[in-house]
Structure formats: structure tokens, C-alpha cells
């Protein structure tokens, strides 16, 4: 059964990652036109505010018990693209600031790893580790060009019109596409690694290694 402690550890970081990343689309989307976030109540910090039932909950307890690892979403922020001052450009900045700021987040706890380290706090050092880990899987898996994910919005930004809306069908089958990719494998060979060495990076940059 696990206790109080390590539910801690693992929520606080996962709760701030998911919260922060989808404020963030909200943020940048309001800053360049759309305001339909910030009209609804989601440019918020309150984590309540950004669970989805069966993404946050459901879905990441059903595939740490049966496939061995973690996967889940937030409920994700209103967005209408044709408010944006320019849609298909903006698109990319809205898209990519989810991704960034969980590579922030990384950042912020590595800082606290650190702190932790030299106070010799185990529970905010054992927490800051959950807190790089889940960010950096954030980042990576998001990234991935596929719709709905923040990479495959990237990547149709960046197309011509044409092969942009082409690439949008996607988008209905991206969760299906994403879930296979990750029985096969994907995990372990791709998005782990990628993980792994980014985070090796970062505790040798702060001499933690």
C-alpha cells in the first residue's frame, strides 16, 4: 500500500506538470488573440480546474498496472485557432508552449534536487527527481509529431496549406496511433532514452554526476 510520502512525491510533481503545461497553451493563445482560456477559467494554477476523469486518472492507472508505464492527459485548454491574429503561424507558438514549460519545470527542479542535496532533504530530493523525470517525458512524448500532440500541431504549421489539412485527418486516430506506438515499444526505444540522456546532461551540467 503506498503511504502518504511517496503518494506526495509523485502527485505534487504530476499535478504541477500537467497544470502548468496547459495554462501555458492558454497563456501564449491569449497573448496572441484568443482569449477563450482566460474566458473560461483555465488560465489557472488550480489543478482541479485541468483534470480529466479518464486521462489523469483512469487511463495512467490502467497502463501502469497492466503495461508497465505511465501515460495521461489533462483536459485540455479551449483553443480556437481562428482567433489568433495569425492562426496557422501562431498555432506553432501555442502548440510548442506546453513542451517548453515543462522543460522549465525540469529546470526549476533541478535547482530544488540540487538545494535538496546540500540541505540533505531526501523527501524534496526524491520529489525534485520525480519532478525532472515527469517533465522531461512531458516535453519528449508531446513533441512527438503525431496529432493531437503538440508536435504533430508543430509540424502542421510548418506544412502548406494543403498538406497541412491533409495531415490534420490524423487527428481522430492520433490517441489510437499514440497508444499502439507505445505497446510496440516506442517507450523503451525512443522516448526513454531521449529522456535519459537529457537528464544524465542536466546532472553532470550541475555537477549532481
Not at 83 to 96: F, G, H, Y
Not at 184 to 208: C, D, E, N
Request: net charge neutral.
Amino acid at each position: 500500500m503506498i503511504d502518504i510520502q511517496t503518494l506526495l512525491i509523485y502527485a505534487i510533481p504530476v499535478l504541477f506538470a500537467i497544470t502548468v503545461h496547459e495554462t501555458a497553451h492558454g497563456w501564449v493563445a491569449s497573448l496572441l488573440g484568443d482569449h477563450s482560456a482566460r474566458m473560461l477559467g483555465r488560465l489557472t494554477l488550480n489543478p482541479i480546474k485541468h483534470i480529466d476523469l479518464v486521462g489523469t486518472l483512469v487511463v495512467p492507472a490502467f497502463l501502469y498496472f497492466t503495461a508497465g508505464f505511465i501515460f495521461g492527459w489533462a483536459k485540455p485548454v479551449p483553443i480556437n485557432y481562428r482567433a489568433l491574429r495569425s492562426p496557422k503561424q501562431d498555432m506553432l507558438w501555442v502548440a510548442i508552449a506546453g513542451p517548453v514549460s515543462n522543460f522549465i519545470m525540469a529546470a526549476a527542479w533541478l535547482i530544488t534536487l540540487f538545494m535538496a542535496m546540500n540541505i540533505g532533504s531526501q523527501f524534496l530530493a526524491d520529489m525534485a527527481q520525480v519532478g525532472i523525470q515527469i517533465n522531461l517525458l512531458l516535453a519528449v512524448l508531446n513533441l512527438l509529431p503525431l496529432p493531437p500532440l503538440d508536435g504533430g500541431r508543430v509540424v502542421s504549421s510548418l506544412l502548406p496549406p494543403k498538406l497541412a489539412y491533409q495531415y490534420d485527418q490524423l487527428e481522430p486516430y492520433g490517441l489510437f496511433i499514440l497508444l499502439g506506438l507505445l505497446f510496440l515499444g516506442i517507450f523503451q526505444s525512443v522516448i526513454l532514452p531521449i529522456v535519459k540522456f537529457i537528464q544524465q546532461w542536466a546532472y553532470t551540467l550541475v555537477g549532481l554526476i
